[in-house]
């Protein structure tokens, strides 16, 4: 585990001082407390293995048990402070070494990080477990509102724990989040630092496995640092939304999202739901608009990736519709990249997220047609605690546009996507209360290009376990 960093003490220090004067001992004896605890097993089946590792070796394994603890206390004087311990382990080392020869997805499952003896960069072998305090944070509540700062989870259309790999992402930097304004929540957040999922260490924001290869190289992060001494110049994030319900059933949304000497973007996302019967109607449509503040002078990619120019001016846009019935969803949605360049989205804040993006699939790279159709189905009338998702994705993509970034499967500059998802999740009840059971399954096909012709075409199978207490 890394020590916590010098503003993150002090913030520790802080909340210490607020509260020392009054009732510490109430604060912490009304406090909230949370328990997790977790097991992970993928497998990934590649069609070609070359075309995963370049090696021609085994398909990717792993196996993770671990958990979490967190912990808030009441306010005190409108002031709290909020914790949490997170770890993963290989248990009894039943994951070895060759098993990640081909990982993509299960390689988060355990530490990816990379350290320094001497001169020599020395990576963690795959299945290193690891603990972290991914959470620490002081938080002030008035009325309606609340302002916290530390290490926290994030939430916003650019940044998301995207908790399904043992430990999530999490950020150090500020939030203020206000309901004070009817039918009204405004937010806005600072990001300074982000701790991955796989990394013990938080880095700067653009020390990120799907930050632009060029913006990763500028600031020089760890993945291509030269030397143990990191250059933590980066800029912060800043981002800024509204939502607001006035009106029956809709729910409008304006974000604003600022990398200084990067990238701006905007968002503008309107869902509305009626009933028809018995029926509930769903619409939804996003558009992001992204304007080039320098990042294009480093991506170049016009001479890089195929684009029509040197800027990263670009655009998306997404459409979704759904039904409710009983114990069925269905959703029908479609999105489109503009040809003019790809959406920076290093956070896991997914830009098509809720829409057409799908398990491994990146979809906001330039000249990207996507579709998808889900049904979601809750068999809980006819065994208790049983519900299903499946759904088909197509990815129709322009194999002349390479990606900015080395994200997952699309980092291997595949042609048109088809995957299939199928979920089958099992609440359990009685005396196994609070326990969630996962399998998860995908068979994903990637047509071969001319520049890349292996056939990246996979499979893969989750199994989760949840219990929480």
Do not use: C
């Not at 009304?30 to 328990?35: A, C, H, I, R």
């Amino acid at each position: 585990m890394r020590k916590l960093s010098i503003a993150t003490a002090l913030i520790l220090g802080t909340a210490v001082f607020a509260t020392a004067a009054d009732d510490l001992v109430g604060a912490f004896k009304e406090g909230k407390f949370d328990g997790r605890l977790r097991m992970q097993y993928f497998n990934t089946i590649w069609d070609d293995n070359s075309a995963a590792t370049g090696k021609g070796t085994a398909n990717g394994t792993g196996m993770a048990v671990g958990g979490s603890l967190i912990y808030k206390t009441a306010p005190l004087y409108g002031f709290s402070v909020g914790t949490g311990l997170y770890t993963t382990q290989n248990l009894g080392g039943i994951t070895g070494a060759n098993d990640g020869a081909g990982a993509t997805t299960s390689a988060d499952l355990f530490s990816r990080d990379s350290h320094y003896e001497g001169t020599t960069k020395v990576t963690d072998t795959y299945g290193t477990g690891y603990a972290i305090l991914a959470q620490s944070y002081l938080e002030y509540g008035i009325q309606k509102s609340k302002v916290k700062a530390g290490r926290m989870l994030m939430t916003n259309p650019w940044i998301t724990p995207n908790d399904t790999k043992m430990i999530p992402i999490a950020i150090e930097g500020a939030q203020a989040i206000s309901n004070d304004l009817p039918n009204t929540t405004m937010q806005l957040d600072y990001a300074d630092k982000i701790k991955e999922r796989g990394m013990t260490y938080f880095g700067n924001m653009a020390d990120g496995l799907d930050v632009p290869n060029a913006i990763r190289k500028n600031y020089d992060t760890h993945y291509n640092a030269t030397s143990a001494e990191k250059n933590d110049d980066a800029p912060g994030v800043m981002i800024v939304g509204i939502k607001n319900k006035s009106i029956d059933g809709l729910e409008l949304q304006v974000w604003g999202m600022h990398w200084n000497d990067l990238v701006d973007q905007a968002i503008i996302e309107a869902n509305y739901a009626l009933e028809a019967g018995d029926v509930i109607l769903g619409f939804g449509g996003r558009y992001i608009q992204q304007y080039d503040k320098g990042a294009g002078n480093l991506i170049l990619p016009l001479s890089n990736n195929g684009d029509n120019d040197n800027s990263i001016d670009t655009s998306l846009w997404a459409l979704k519709v759904s039904a409710d019935y009983r114990a069925a969803k269905v959703l029908l949605a479609m999105s489109d990249t503009s040809a003019d360049g790809d959406m920076i989205a290093p956070w896991r804040g997914f830009s098509t997220g809720d829409y057409t993006r799908s398990k491994t699939v990146t979809d906001w790279n330039a000249n990207t047609r996507s579709y998808k159709a889900l049904l979601n189905y809750d068999f809980d009338a006819m065994v208790s605690g049983i519900s299903t998702i499946v759904s088909y994705s197509f990815y129709d993509r322009d194999p002349s546009k390479t990606p900015y970034a080395s994200a997952t499967n699309r980092g291997f500059q595949n042609g048109d996507t088809r995957q299939w998802n199928l979920d089958v999740i099992y609440n359990l009840a009685g005396n196994f209360k609070g326990t969630e059971l996962k399998v998860r399954l995908m068979d994903q096909n990637n047509d071969t290009t001319q520049a890349y012709p292996k056939d990246t075409s996979n499979q893969e199978m989750r199994l989760e376990a949840n219990y929480r207490f």
